[in-house]
């Protein structure tokens, strides 16, 4: 029997945010010393829809690009977000980035979630795209990364081709709007509090402890 109540966190993010990838690791960290259950949900996010599947250039091409700043200004922000990374054991090859289009890859991870298996894609993608330099717009190698976490390649493949979860991404994006989220990642604990970026360990079980004692005072 377990000490604190269960509690529930609903995670906006982008596979293609590396504070996404850095937030997901400290989360789960938190959650490992935390004396309860907790479940995570994740949401679909598109920091730059308009990207193209295949984006000819690097990662420092698209930030110069994307955010208006001198290519020397953006190598520090990533040689930061590495050292960041590196510190919540997040791995970080910014030049193999094979920047793209993350909405097929949002797509997949609905299907993921309908099978049990979206917290593992959702790893698997971030390091494929981070750590890796592999390809995560495109079906087929979705499907492929897919399989590595026990999905069925075909089946997800097919529920991709149809569109299957096309309005459950949308219904996320919605959704961050309507609270006017603006950067993501963002947490929402119980339904209720909402944080935002990616917080240390430390802050993560601040939080957890501070919602179970709002939780236990319901209860």
Request: with cysteine; charged share 20%.
């Amino acid at each position: 029997m377990t000490a604190e109540p269960p509690i529930t966190v609903d995670v906006w993010s982008d596979i293609a945010c590396p504070w996404c990838f850095i937030g997901n690791r400290t989360l789960k960290q938190a959650i490992e010393q935390y004396d309860g259950e907790v479940t995570v949900r994740y949401h679909s996010y598109e920091l730059a829809p308009d990207t193209p599947v295949d984006y000819e250039g690097s990662e420092v091409d698209f930030l110069v690009k994307h955010k208006g700043l001198p290519p020397e200004q953006v190598q520090q922000m990533l040689d930061q977000v590495t050292s960041t990374g590196a510190a919540a054991g997040a791995t970080f090859h910014f030049d193999t980035v094979q920047h793209t289009n993350t909405l097929r890859a949002h797509q997949a991870l609905h299907h993921a979630a309908q099978h049990g298996r979206q917290t593992e894609l959702l790893e698997r993608l971030f390091r494929a795209y981070f750590s890796e330099g592999r390809h995560i717009g495109r079906d087929a190698d979705l499907a492929e990364l897919a399989a590595e976490v026990g999905l069925n390649s075909e089946r997800l493949l097919a529920d991709l081709a149809a569109e299957r979860y096309a309005t459950d991404v949308q219904r996320d994006l919605n959704h961050a709007q309507q609270m006017g989220v603006r950067g993501v990642p963002f947490f929402v604990f119980e339904g209720q509090y909402g944080v935002s970026g990616a917080q240390s360990v430390e802050t993560f079980t601040e939080v957890l402890a501070h919602v179970a004692a709002e939780v236990g005072t319901r209860a």
